[in-house]
């Protein structure tokens, strides 16, 4: 994780690694950050377990509820939804007011092969909506790009507010950091407070501006946040746990597979991804945020991709899932499942505990990279400790299904562990 999207031309690969500084360089007051803000860089929140990650920060929204006829208030004019929880001067510190009777914490996904769920096609998801059963039906959430063009479908946000990886970069450099671009030219002022706002801005807006080759700061992000590679799966398919995960009704939401469409990059084009989401809104009972955002009422949320879940710690939006160990951080997450899940949270907990392992053995291998056995997302010779076995076998091939733990390193998935993994391994232990 955190590596470019394999295929990029050598001109794509510099945009990459030049986005990767400027989505991790911390950005000083003259360059735009605050007067209100959340962190100094996109980093400073998406770093784990490498820059374009996930983290454990987490925002505060908050708004009123809706009582005796009124609608849920966002509380727009005190700087509502979103709380900025720093400030570059102490007279203009935002605080949630007392106003709010409702607030939220939302934690940090990552961003990994952003730029491949941005190429998903409309029209599948569109179709996803469409085929499913009323009892899991969920909705298209509609957004125009902030960055202008049609309305599309949302495949960002816990709530999904945003289609692209161009409008997530505007939108969270101006409301995490407060940057100023040509897109969204307002500052936030703290709790709606103009006079405090103008009395702390010291820097005209538009803060972003066009660097010597012609890019903004919010095009930088784009383009690393576009060509990071997906999270890895291994093994790739054949699990009985995938079998059962379907079988319960997870993939009714979490929609296993998509083909990219034909986009500028070949490399992100007609590509098989692996994210495990419908990228729809679902009525999740008391899971809900309580915020109304977007299309998206209280107790609303969007599928959220699994890709990548074993890198996590706490899960869901506000991190209310923990556990000792990740079966355990599983069985939670799915507890918490209500609403339109409710049948498929009842059909998981009425598997045996042997085929519960199965599916959560399953959900192990999405964020997994082959030979990486104790997921740190790097190959080391701890992982050599837990190989060794496998080459010193009693048999000479070792024979291998998806469920075995030496599966990870059955790369070309013919259900052995031979020479042929053996080269690939000798290239990745070897830096090549
Ligand atoms: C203060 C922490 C913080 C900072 C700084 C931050 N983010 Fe995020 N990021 C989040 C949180 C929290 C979410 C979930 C937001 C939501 O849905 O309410 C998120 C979500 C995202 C997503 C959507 C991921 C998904 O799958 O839903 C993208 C893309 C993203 N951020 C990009 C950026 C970029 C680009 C920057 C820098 C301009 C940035 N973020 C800065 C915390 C942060
Ligand atoms: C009706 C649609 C639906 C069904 C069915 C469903 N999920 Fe989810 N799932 C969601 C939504 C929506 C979220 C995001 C919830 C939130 O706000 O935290 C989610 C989140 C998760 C997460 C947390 C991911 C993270 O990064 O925090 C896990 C794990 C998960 N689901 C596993 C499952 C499993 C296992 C099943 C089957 C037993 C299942 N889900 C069934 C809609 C569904």
């Known amino acids: 994780m955190g590596e470019p999207i394999p295929g990029l031309t050598p001109a794509q690969t510099t945009l990459f690694f030049e986005g990767q500084l400027a989505f991790a360089q911390p950005l000083t007051i003259g360059e735009g950050v605050g007067p209100i803000f959340n962190e100094v860089s996109c980093a400073s929140c998406h770093n784990i377990p490498a820059i374009g990650g996930f983290s454990t920060r987490r925002v505060t929204r908050f708004g009123v509820a809706a009582a005796g006829g009124n609608d849920f208030d966002p509380l727009e004019s005190l700087g509502g939804t979103l709380l900025q929880d720093q400030s570059l001067d102490l007279n203009c510190r935002e605080l949630v007011p007392v106003e709010a009777d409702v607030t939220a914490q939302r934690g940090t996904p990552h961003v990994f092969g952003a730029g491949l769920l941005e190429a998903i096609p409309d029209a599948d998801i569109i179709t996803n909506a469409a085929l499913q059963d009323p009892s899991v039906q969920g909705m298209v959430s509609m957004v125009l790009p902030l960055e202008g063009g049609a309305a599309k479908p949302a495949r960002f946000g816990w709530k999904g507010g945003i289609a692209t990886v161009h409008s997530f970069s505007i939108d969270a450099a101006l409301n995490e950091m407060g940057l100023t671009t040509p897109f969204l030219q307002q500052e936030n002022a703290p709790n709606g407070d103009l006079a405090a706002l103008a009395a702390c801005d010291t820097v005209s807006d538009p803060e972003d501006a066009p660097d010597g080759a012609g890019f903004l700061r919010v095009d930088r992000f784009t383009h690393f946040q576009r060509y990071l590679a997906p999270p890895p799966q291994t093994p790739k398919s054949g699990m009985t746990g995938e079998a059962l995960f379907a079988a319960v009704g997870c993939a009714d939401c979490h929609t296993p597979s998509y083909t990219t469409g034909t986009v500028a990059e070949a490399a992100l084009s007609n590509q098989v991804v692996r994210p495990y989401s419908d990228f729809l809104l679902h009525d999740m009972g008391a899971l809900g945020d ?67 392992d199965l ?74």
């Open 359 to 432: 599916v959560v053995d399953f959900l192990l291998s999405l964020g997994r990279a082959e030979f990486d056995f104790d997921l740190d997302n790097a190959i080391t010779e701890f992982d050599w400790f837990f190989l060794e076995p496998l080459l010193t076998g009693p048999a000479p091939i070792q024979v291998v299904t998806p469920d075995d733990p030496g599966a990870i390193c059955d790369v070309d998935q013919d259900g052995d562990f031979d020479l042929v993994e053996f080269g690939k391994m000798q290239r990745v232990w070897t830096g090549q």
């Open 290 to 356: 309580q915020i109304v955002e977007g299309n998206a009422s209280e107790s609303v949320m969007m599928t959220r991709a699994l890709w990548g879940l074993a890198q996590r710690g706490a899960l869901l939006h506000d991190g209310r899932a923990t556990g000792a160990n990740f079966g355990g951080l599983i069985d939670q997450a799915v507890a918490e499942h209500g609403g339109q899940a409710a049948a498929s949270r009842a059909a998981y907990q009425a598997l045996s505990a042997a085929n519960r």
